[in-house]
């Protein structure tokens, strides 16, 4: 009788842990939230496939049970190659993790129009495409979450980074009306908005900085070449931290439709929400010009 119990009671678990084991795609895992995010819920016991551009880089998923997926998400074929592949493979598509993302700086009037279609092309239409990939198979289904990793800056704002700064706050406005739209479908969308975290695209950024500063009228803004984006890395929070707040969000059984997390992400959501516009520009130009 003993035994008998005791195997219902492991049988139950296995129900249960199978039931909370998600199918899980995350864009951007090569580096920084993307991958401290997989290494989490791969640990969790959840079945992650990462899409990366930098294919090499990205090859250590499959060395820690999840699964390495060379993607583009400004390229379609790459975004449906991945997609079908998870649903060959697992049959189903519980969550979406839009992570990819690049940040373009420079002053909004040095920056290129190339360029600034460039950022938006990666930071909102590559999202949409993804998006509008994993849907098909979350309505079937009648479940899913889709998370998309917005910024703080999403809600506020600092110079040098005004097409990054747009794509973002478009991003929230769209996910806003997503969320509105596929909720009777059973499919959550959640905003996640870091705020300083050590990851790499600062280095991304400095290309740009490159790029434009030369000859600048916004030089003021741009600093002296002994300003590196590293020296301030002290004071930025570990992107595990954002990894955990994914998790908390997958788990939850109604999430939160937004989440913010990270080092200065609390004071400046705050002082956005409380301060005029022109005194929180006076705030913003005093701490980065």
Do not use: C
């Not at 379609?76 to 649903?87: E, G, L, T």
């Not at 849907?135 to 990793?149: D, E, F």
């Not at 434009?212 to 931290?241: Q, T």
């Amino acid at each position: 009788m003993f035994k008998k119990i005791v195997l219902s009671i492991m049988l139950l678990g296995a129900i249960f842990a199978t039931d909370k084991q998600k199918v899980i795609l995350i864009t951007g895992t090569a580096h920084g939230i993307g991958k401290s995010t997989a290494q989490y819920l791969i640990d969790k016991g959840h079945i992650v496939y990462g899409g990366d551009i930098l294919i090499e880089e990205n090859l250590y998923l499959n060395d820690i049970g999840g699964v390495a997926l060379e993607m583009d998400v400004t390229k379609q074929d790459h975004v449906d190659n991945a997609i079908n592949k998870i649903i060959a493979e697992q049959g189903r598509i519980d969550v979406l993790v839009n992570n990819a993302g690049i940040a373009v700086g420079s002053a909004i009037e040095d920056v290129s129009m190339e360029d600034a279609l460039y950022q938006f092309e990666v930071n909102l239409f590559g999202i949409g495409r993804t998006v509008k990939a994993a849907l098909p198979h979350m309505r079937a289904q009648g479940s899913g979450t889709i998370i998309n990793i917005s910024s703080v800056l999403g809600k506020v704002y600092n110079p040098l980074y005004g097409w990054y700064v747009s794509s973002k706050h478009a991003l929230e406005g769209w996910s806003d009306v997503l969320r509105i739209e596929v909720e009777q479908f059973g499919i959550d969308v959640v905003i996640i908005e870091p705020g300083m975290i050590k990851t790499n695209i600062g280095n991304y950024s400095a290309q740009y900085f490159e790029k434009y500063s030369k000859n600048s009228a916004y030089a003021n803004f741009y600093g002296s070449p002994d300003d590196k984006e590293e020296n301030s890395f002290d004071n930025y929070s570990d992107p595990i931290v954002i990894a955990k707040v994914i998790n908390k969000a997958i788990d939850a059984k109604n999430p939160k439709t937004r989440y913010s997390a990270g080092a200065y992400s609390w004071i400046l959501l705050t002082m956005r929400s409380i301060l005029p516009d022109k005194w929180f520009d006076k705030l913003i130009v005093k701490v980065t010009g």
